[in-house]
């Protein structure tokens, strides 16, 4: 058996060995577990060479240097070196449609995003629920194996919760999609529906938020509705505002490809021109701290002044901004505003497939997308978008997201021999699954076995 660490460490135990294997498969258990790593990088503060933690349970118990800690482990305890890696909070995947995994590569990008509308609004009729069902689990399994721990998701066919949830590791918050354009329930059906379901699911294993899909699908009374619930039960939202030219143009000037469609869908088009996405959503009471506004890539210097004052988070999509070829993602304005950014995957039908490849939902590919985007932000300034910022988004600031006692221990490990300097840069560049996952004080990645 190999052991590594400084020398006047104690004995230590491989992660292949046999108390990494019984901590697998029974989950935490009663003993402390302390973990060494070439590099503890908690993100939100300096990294530590030659670094620990100390797992109580489910939780963080203490971070630092392996020396410090390993001397006041309570007796007992398991230990496990990790050795050449960069041990780090999990990743927090801000938006995700799991349930369309399986439309990878299916979906041609189009000039108009409205004629892309209308095509995966025809590819999800031909689907039934075991569809749905057995796509988000592909895109779930793909997540954890790839470093994600939490995912704030879209559930377009809500009936399959709590079920999926049981069958994932996966800390997932399900936000139950709402559009009422198409479906024609009244708002107040739709809203009482959804306050039924998320008390229904209140004791699953997962957390449950509700999301009015765009301002274009939806109608102002549902808006207001839901905004109203929200605030009386405390909800998180999240709904995808100007994603596309199509749906600025549309409430801005009253026209365009979008504007026509829907008209000619019946939808009320009397909230539309002289206002854009973002003010129309403030126009219904939608903004505040509690959202999550994905995309908001069509905005005026008012938006992103309304977008900071009112404390909303904005998720960036890399891969799924670069299939659409939008407009440059305003990240610097935003940025100097003080507005919140965190990052998502979107779904792997907004992917881009190359020849030959499979398409995986993985976060290393939207930092890398991100750092091409942006090319002179720090590979630091990018782990905070999938860790602490969404953290905070989530109202989960302090339990994951980051390595400190008292948070979830939630963590990856990825490869690195390198020096603790290009240890972030190393984490951005990583490709394939992680060396190891840990979700809730539970390995989850490499698969027990
Ligand atoms: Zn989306």
Redesign the pocket.
């Known amino acids: 058996m190999r052991r590594s660490g400084p020398q006047s460490t104690p004995t230590i135990l491989l992660p292949d060995s046999g108390t990494a294997r019984a901590e697998a498969r029974h989950g935490p258990t009663a003993q402390p577990l302390l973990i060494r790593a070439r590099i503890v990088a908690p993100v939100a503060r300096p990294s530590i060479e030659d670094g620990a933690l100390l797992i109580c349970g489910s939780k963080i118990c203490a971070v630092g240097r392996w020396r410090q800690i390993a001397s006041s482990v309570p007796a007992g305890a398991h230990k496990i070196d990790l050795g050449e890696v960069v041990l780090l909070p999990g990743l927090i995947n801000a ?1 995700a ?1 799991l349930d369309y995994t399986d439309m990878a590569g299916q979906l041609v990008p189009t000039r108009s995003f409205t004629d892309w509308i209308k095509l995966i609004t025809e590819a999800k009729s031909g689907w039934g629920p075991d569809d749905f069902a057995s796509s988000w689990r592909n895109g779930a399994e793909m997540l954890v194996r790839s470093g994600t721990t939490t995912v704030a998701d ?1 559930e377009t066919a809500p009936d399959m919760l709590p079920d999926v949830w049981r069958d994932t590791p996966l800390r997932v918050i399900s936000f139950i999609e709402l559009t009422g354009v198409r479906s024609r329930i009244a708002p107040e059906t739709a809203v009482k529906e959804t306050q039924n379901r998320i008390a229904a699911l209140s004791s699953g294993p997962g957390r449950v938020g509700v999301a009015p899909h765009a301002p274009y699908s939806t109608i102002p009374a549902l808006l207001r509705m839901v905004a109203g619930a929200a605030r009386a039960r405390g909800w998180l939202l999240t709904t ?1 505002v100007a994603e596309s030219m199509e749906e600025y143009e549309m409430f801005r000037h009253a026209r365009g490809p979008m504007f026509e469609w829907l008209k000619r869908n019946n939808r009320d088009m009397s909230d539309c021109g002289d206002i854009t996405p973002v003010a129309h959503l403030d126009r219904n009471g939608l903004l505040g701290p509690n959202l999550l506004a ?1 995309h908001a890539n069509y905005l005026d210097p008012d938006d992103i002044a309304l977008l900071a004052r009112k404390g909303v988070s904005v998720v960036h ?1 890399p891969r799924s901004h670069r299939y659409f070829n939008h407009a440059p993602f305003q990240y610097e304005n935003l940025l100097r505003a003080g507005v919140r950014v965190c990052l998502g995957t ?2 792997l039908a907004t992917v881009i497939v190359k020849r030959g490849r499979k398409a995986t939902l993985n976060f290393f590919e939207e930092m890398r997308e991100f750092a091409s985007e942006f090319p002179d932000r720090p590979p630091r300034e990018i782990l905070r978008l999938c860790t602490e910022t969404p953290a905070a988004a989530l109202r989960l600031s302090g339990q994951i997201g980051c390595l400190a006692p008292g948070a979830t221990a939630d963590l990856i490990a990825i490869p690195h021999e390198g020096s603790i300097a290009r240890a972030d840069e190393a984490v951005i560049a990583h490709e394939g699954s992680v060396a190891v996952s840990m979700i809730d004080g539970r390995f989850v990645w490499p698969l027990p076995t």
């Open positions: 938006h449609h879209i995808h994905v999509c979107d779904s």
